[in-house]
């Protein structure tokens, strides 16, 4: 679970290329990314991870609490923890990076 979460977190950051070499993803990842980017800026919790967590308790581990950017992600990259802040930055960073990559697909669409 731990892997299909981090997979999904990979697909709302940077699933824009694969929309440049595959169109049709385009369908899954735009709804992705703008469900990435709402959870961060409203501060709410991703639904993969109370999932993630009723699978530890049923496998007998103990869950965790906050989400799972802020368990798995952020101590490697932000010790101190997860702020306010910073999640409305990682929301802006998903809409950057996206837009990013569609502007271009956009553009690379025009000239063809």
Do not use: D
Not at 16 to 24: H, N
Not at 64 to 77: A, C, I, M, T, W
């Amino acid at each position: 679970m731990v892997g299909l979460h981090l997979l999904f977190v990979l697909f709302v950051i940077a699933g824009g290329f694969l929309v440049l070499r595959w169109r049709w993803v385009m369908l899954l990842h735009l709804p992705a990314a703008a469900w990435g980017a709402l959870i961060e800026f409203q501060g709410w919790i991703c639904p993969l991870t109370p999932l993630e967590n009723s699978l530890r308790r049923q496998g007998g581990q103990a869950g965790y609490g906050g989400g799972f950017v802020e368990h798995y992600l952020l101590p490697v990259l932000y010790p101190a923890g997860l702020t306010r802040g910073v999640q409305i930055v990682f929301g802006f960073l998903v809409l950057a990076i996206n837009l990013g990559i569609y502007w271009a697909l956009l553009r690379r669409r025009r000239t063809a």
